[in-house]
T-cell receptor, first 115, second 117 residues
Framework: QKEVEQNSGPLSVPEGAIASLNCTYS??????FFWYRQYSGKSPELIMS????GDKEDGRFTAQLNKASQYVSLLIRDSQPSDSATYLC???????????????FGSGTQLTVLP | DGGITQSPKYLFRKEGQNVTLSCEQN?????MYWYRQDPGQGLRLIYY???????QKGDIAEGYSVSREKKESFPLTVTSAQKNPTAFYLC????????????????FGQGTRLTVL
């Protein structure tokens, strides 16, 4: 079974600090990686996508990908209380039936930013 | 504004009933997906469709059915055969399909929360 693993948390950081969220995946052939933010009771919102090794920055968010280590992370700089949410890592992987690639989600990391 | 609309937001079902969840998108996306989310868990794929009049089972298709008669619409029916249907159901769409090295970004509707009474 192909898997995406995240630390479930909860992760608490003070306002203004850097929050670091980590994700590992089992399918070495994966090519596309996504981070979604999900507020309580709401649907996931895409915040970052990354396809190549290295860093990708978008505002206060930086995604980091290391395919050799099968590891993807999300850094949130200058964390704000409004960043408090569950962050889902998603990776395109061979499907359960083995017939196609599909997006596989981790169980999410709950982040709380303390004022 | 372009987006994905799911309805209803909340749905209550009696045991033994079939219910249908609506999903409509005006993004001109080819691919559409249905996921289920249980408390404290990630999303699990129920069905997906890459093109009109074609759809594929995901990891947990048992007890569910779908249709894709129009590009814009991908309704999900939760049948009485689904033993534990209480969950948060999410519809998503993407520009392309599920195959190929570059996977297209999926955008989500606001979800339907189904409760079995």
């Amino acid at each position: 079974q192909k898997e995406v693993e995240q630390n479930s948390g909860p992760l608490s950081v003070p306002e203004g600090a850097i929050a670091s969220l980590n994700c590992t995946y089992s399918d070495r052939g994966s090519q596309s990686f996504f981070w979604y933010r999900q507020y309580s009771g709401k649907s996931p919102e895409l915040i970052m996508s990354i396809y190549s090794n290295g860093d990708k920055e978008d505002g206060r968010f930086t995604a980091q990908l290391n395919k050799a280590s099968q590891y993807v992370s999300l850094l949130i700089r200058d964390s704000q209380p409004s960043d408090s949410a569950t962050y889902l890592c998603a990776v395109n992987m061979i499907s359960f039936s083995g017939s196609a690639r599909q997006l596989t989600f981790g169980s999410g990391t709950q982040l709380t930013v303390l004022p | 504004d372009g987006g994905i609309t799911q309805s209803p937001k909340y749905l209550f079902r009696k045991e033994g009933q079939n219910v249908t969840l609506s999903c409509e998108q005006n993004l001109n996306h080819d691919a559409m997906y249905w996921y289920r989310q249980d408390p404290g868990q990630g999303l699990r794929l129920i069905y997906y469709s890459q093109i009109v009049n074609d759809f594929q089972k995901g990891d947990i298709a048992e007890g569910y059915s779908v249709s894709r008669e129009k590009k814009e619409s991908f309704p999900l029916t939760v049948t009485s055969a689904q033993k534990n249907p209480t969950a948060f159901y999410l519809c998503a769409s993407s520009i392309g399909g599920t195959s190929g090295a570059s996977y297209n970004e999926q955008l989500f509707g606001q979800g339907t929360r189904l409760t079995v009474l």
